[in-house]
């Protein structure tokens, strides 16, 4: 049963968390809007539709669900430093604790509104962000600076390996269109000893019979005792299983796919004999860590914010941004570490919080024995 302290400490964090949310929102919003105007309406020379108001309507919206989710443990900590921090410069902390109040039971309403706040980012993470990267992973390439641009939808030689034994090669492939030249297909024995092989000068996905058009194409069998048999045609359709997407897939594959999806996809790619997967990993991971961190933050500002110190809320508030930043750094650092495999995705995105977790005992510990 909460208690009229337990619901007072529950408004002020909530309340004063959905306004940094809010301001944050708006703030990012209206900056990123002016910086990418350019790209925006450079866009409209590739397609008529992509003027400010479609990505205002149909990409921003979901480009926000992003930012907060990947943002919302930064967004906790600053939240919960701030209003303890004024709890203490206002000696409210000093006289719950002054009621007969364990710092324990002081802490107890900070628990569950972190709980709270870290399960419904869980089931977002895992569930709902996926949705709303599909969308925003549409429009994304569009905002992004011409080299960057052309790495998402431009042209260039791509290659997929269905299984142990097959390959794709496509020496000129457009993801935009979905479309490209010097198709190759290849199928090995056990002892690396070419069986078929298939070659296209030009090939093209139907989207609608979900079907490669290979265009102008010559195949060879090879037998036993290394005769030939060869065959060529104007059009060849075949199904190698998967979509272009997922054959050719970019950065931003991973983020597009519920976890169910995500670890089917994993599997799928390692059974294939791919060993190219830390990327996806490390999203994995991500997933489920960064809320665990919601907790540890929101515990690790308490026992920073909540003792009357000189300088008052400007200094939490310094030393808040500054934690926030090395915690925000040390993830997208240990990303890039993780994708060059000098560490494990798993290791590389729970460290940070197991870092932090021990530095927030030993600070909760002893604030509580003050």
């Known amino acids: 049963m909460l208690k009229i302290i337990d619901r007072y400490i529950i408004k002020k964090y909530l309340g004063t968390f959905s306004f940094m949310l809010i301001l944050l929102s708006i703030v990012v919003l209206v900056i990123d809007v002016q910086q990418k105007i350019p790209r925006i309406e450079s866009a409209k020379a590739l ?5 400010l108001m479609y990505f205002l309507l149909h990409f921003y919206p979901f480009w926000i669900i992003n930012l907060i989710v990947t943002f919302l443990s930064i967004l906790v900590f600053i ?3 701030y209003f303890s921090s004024r709890m203490a410069n206002n000696t409210e902390i000093v006289a719950i604790i002054s009621s007969g109040a364990s710092f324990h039971r002081f802490a107890k309403p900070y628990l569950y509104t972190s709980i709270l706040i870290a399960l419904v980012s869980l089931v977002v993470n895992h569930m709902v962000l996926p949705w709303a990267n599909i969308k925003k992973n549409e429009l994304e390439a569009y905002t992004y600076n011409a080299a960057n641009k052309e790495k998402i939808l431009g042209t260039a030689p791509a290659s997929a390996q269905l299984s142990k034994s097959e390959y794709i090669f496509v020496n000129s492939w457009n993801k935009r269109e979905n479309r490209g030249s010097g198709f190759i297909y290849q199928k090995f024995d ?13 090939v093209s996905w139907d989207k609608a019979k979900k079907l490669f058009v290979l265009n102008n194409y010559v195949e060879k069998s090879i037998n036993k005792d290394n005769t030939e048999k060869l065959g060529n ?3 060849l359709r075949k199904n190698y299983g998967h979509a272009p997407e997922e054959l050719f897939p970019n950065e931003l594959l991973g983020q597009n ?3 169910p999806e995500l670890l089917k996809f994993i599997q799928r790619e390692k059974e294939k004999g791919n060993s190219n997967l ?3 990993l490390n999203e994995l991971h991500q997933r489920t860590s960064m809320p665990v961190s919601i907790i540890i933050l929101t515990f690790l500002a308490l026992s920073l914010a909540s003792q009357k110190k000189r300088g008052g809320l400007g200094v939490n508030l310094a030393i808040g941004i500054s934690m926030a930043f090395i915690f925000v750094f040390s993830f997208e650092a240990l ?3 993780s994708e060059n495999k000098s560490l494990s995705p798993a290791l590389a995105m729970w460290l940070p919080n197991l870092v932090f977790l021990p530095l927030t005992l030993y600070l909760y ?4 024995n003050q």
């Open 47 to 51: 397609d008529p539709k992509l003027d």
């Open 79 to 81: 939240s919960v430093i």
């Open 190 to 202: 056990k002892n690396r000893r070419m069986l078929y092989e298939l070659k296209s000068s030009e």
């Open 233 to 235: 045609g104007p059009e």
């Open 257 to 259: 796919k519920t976890t």
């Open 278 to 280: 830390n990327s996806y």
């Open 335 to 337: 990303k890039v570490v």
């Open 365 to 368: 510990l002893k604030r509580a």
